[in-house]
């Protein structure tokens, strides 16, 4: 492989803020930082539940079969406990993605995307401190029953209430420290 696509892949990882350059250096992953999830989850708690509303006054058939299987994926990877993390990464995409896939607007859609894949790498230090599997599957269970039932109100709720208690797990024990000011990182 030549040194051009890798350039432009870090170019275009820099420009969503996971990579940064360092002068003499090169490239290097973002350091994990409290004010970032905080600042990104702030945007998620408005905009997703918004994208949700939007989707679920346009659903037809096609979208109650994406939904359905989309869920169907998401509780078999976390019947037996997490897994590969990619693995979950992947299906609790998919299911996130088909309840958004009717909202009429796409630069909401891009902007929602985009900040649910920079959280990848932050749910990864804290899907053990949400309570486990079963807690996690039961959040998903409860937001895909009030989709499919229509009550578009009340899913906009458990999904905010979902992002927000995943943001609290990552603020409180999911691999950084919350104290004064914005707060330090740890490792680990």
């Known amino acids: 492989m030549s040194a051009t696509p890798l350039r432009e ?46 989707s679920l006054r346009r659903v037809d058939e096609g979208w109650r079969r994406e939904v359905e299987e989309a869920y169907a994926a998401l509780s078999a990877e976390l019947e037996g406990g997490f897994g590969e993390m990619m693995a979950f990464e992947r299906v609790n995409r998919d299911f996130h993605e088909a309840l958004l896939s009717r909202c009429d607007s796409g630069w909401l859609l891009r902007v929602v995307r985009m900040l649910s894949e920079h959280c990848v790498r ?30 578009v109100e009340w899913a906009g709720e458990l999904l905010h209430e979902h992002l927000r208690r995943t943001r609290d797990a990552m603020l409180e ?6 104290g004064a000011g914005e707060g330090k990182e740890k490792s680990g």
């Open 9 to 54: 892949a870090l170019q275009r990882l820099a420009a969503e803020g996971l990579v940064e350059y360092v002068s003499q250096r090169g490239a290097r992953v973002s350091e994990v930082s409290l004010r970032d999830v905080w600042e990104v989850y702030e945007l998620r708690l408005m905009l997703e539940p918004m994208a949700l509303e939007r």
């Open 122 to 151: 932050y749910r990864a230090l804290s899907r053990w401190s949400r309570g486990g599997a079963e807690e996690v599957l039961r959040e998903h269970e409860e937001i895909y029953a009030a989709c499919v039932a229509g009550e």
């Open 173 to 178: 024990g999911g691999g950084l420290v919350y």
